[in-house]
């Protein structure tokens, strides 16, 4: 069992940024992040793979935001860059220990972009 806890969301202005941490209890594979608005699913951000450090991006993130880790802290960053008021919702990491589906899920922190 690995228990996620995020970190790190608030109110930022367009154009500003924001960094989110994930921190894991204990090794995973994979880590993602995910942004969820009212009504809708959740939508893949970004992940990185721990061991290579092998990073991917949605379309509309790519650019502006970049995904780390430090694996001496089993955590996980999302530095977001040019944020627009459509990144606004909760940002959600989750881990898994292979390339399936995601396993463990954090509590969820809020970011407002606001215009």
């Known amino acids: 069992q690995v228990q996620l806890v995020e970190s790190g969301g608030g109110l930022v202005q367009a154009g500003g940024s924001l960094r989110l941490s994930c921190a894991a209890s204990g090794r995973t594979f994979n880590v993602g992040w995910f942004r969820q608005v009212p009504g809708n699913e959740r939508a893949f951000v970004g992940a990185?793979?721990?061991?290579?450090?092998?990073?991917s991006y949605a379309d509309s993130v790519k650019g502006r935001f970049t995904i780390s880790r430090d694996n001496t802290k089993n955590t996980v960053y999302l530095q977001m860059d040019s944020l627009k008021p459509g990144d606004t919702g909760v940002y959600y990491c989750?881990?898994?220990?292979?390339?399936?589906?995601?396993?463990?899920w954090g509590q969820g922190t809020q970011v407002t972009v606001s215009s």
């Open positions: 989750a881990a898994r220990h292979n390339f399936g589906e995601f396993t463990y």
């Open positions: 990185i793979t721990i061991h290579s450090g092998s990073v």
